[in-house]
T-cell receptor, first 115, second 114 residues
Framework: KAGVTQTPRYLIKTRGQQVTLSCSPISGHRSVSWYQQTPGQGLQFLFEYFSETQRNKGNFPGRFSGRQFSNSRSEMNVSTLELGDSALYLC??????????????FGSGTRLTVV | AQTVTQSQPEMSVQEAETVTLSCTYDTSESDYYLFWYKQPPSRQMILVIRQEAYKQQNATENRFSVNFQKAAKSFSLKISDSQLGDAAMYFCAYSRDSNYQLIWGAGTKLIIKP
């Protein structure tokens, strides 16, 4: 069973540009979440999508947006990049509706560097 | 607001010995989930163990076990017979329910000495 796939693995962008990151969840999983990981702030929740609808959103500016497609693949977009957006962006999928099996499976992340 | 605290930035242990990583959390909820995740240099976050707050029995997964103290809001991870492959960052995380975001601790870097 394929895991969570994030593309690209690495990305270098210039300040002011925009970027789109992609996440393909485990087959059958309908929930996809995004997290930002930085040395200073640690792991912070960005947003979560379920069946193409955003269910939860973290405390990030409107420059950060996302969407989910009918096949559950998700993209996140960051517009007008700032140096502080340099981070590892992790995607996680979850398909366990039963609480006994609840848990997220993570991808290997996209390392975004803004110069 | 819920918070998760890991007070040990780094821990080291001799191979084959036992180590315990600490985690405390704060919440006003009575039902929730707690997790330990491992992040090796490959960057992928790997679920180590899960505990549901309504279950009094401590979760175990092979060499990994937790000491869940609900009243004290403590959730420590014990790794027995430490192996070189256990070296990684370990994160404690909290989730209010199955549809809610994970709230993370700052992480503990575990070093295994051969």
């Amino acid at each position: 069973k394929a895991g969570v796939t994030q593309t690209p693995r690495y990305l270098i962008k210039t300040r002011g540009q925009q970027v789109t990151l992609s996440c393909s969840p485990i087959s059958g999983h309908r929930s996809v979440s995004w997290y930002q990981q930085t040395p200073g702030q640690g792991l912070q929740f960005l947003f979560e999508y379920f069946s193409e609808t955003q269910r939860n959103k973290g405390n990030f500016p409107g420059r950060f947006s996302g969407r989910q497609f009918s096949n559950s693949r998700s993209e996140m977009n960051v517009s007008t990049l700032e140096l502080g957006d340099s981070a590892l962006y992790l995607c996680a999928s979850s398909g366990q509706e039963l609480r006994e099996n609840y848990g997220y499976t993570f991808g290997s992340g996209t390392r975004l560097t803004v110069v | 607001a819920q918070t998760v605290t890991q007070s040990q930035p780094e821990m080291s242990v001799q191979e084959a010995e036992t180590v315990t990583l600490s985690c405390t959390y704060d919440t006003s909820e009575s039902d929730y989930y707690l997790f330990w995740y491992k992040q090796p240099p490959s960057r992928q976050m790997i679920l180590v163990i899960r505990q549901e707050a309504y279950k009094q029995q401590n979760a175990t997964e092979n060499r990994f076990s937790v000491n869940f103290q609900k009243a004290a809001k403590s959730f420590s991870l014990k790794i027995s017979d430490s192996q070189l492959g256990d070296a990684a960052m370990y994160f404690c995380a909290y989730s209010r329910d199955s549809n809610y975001q994970l709230i993370w601790g700052a992480g503990t870097k575990l070093i295994i000495k051969p």
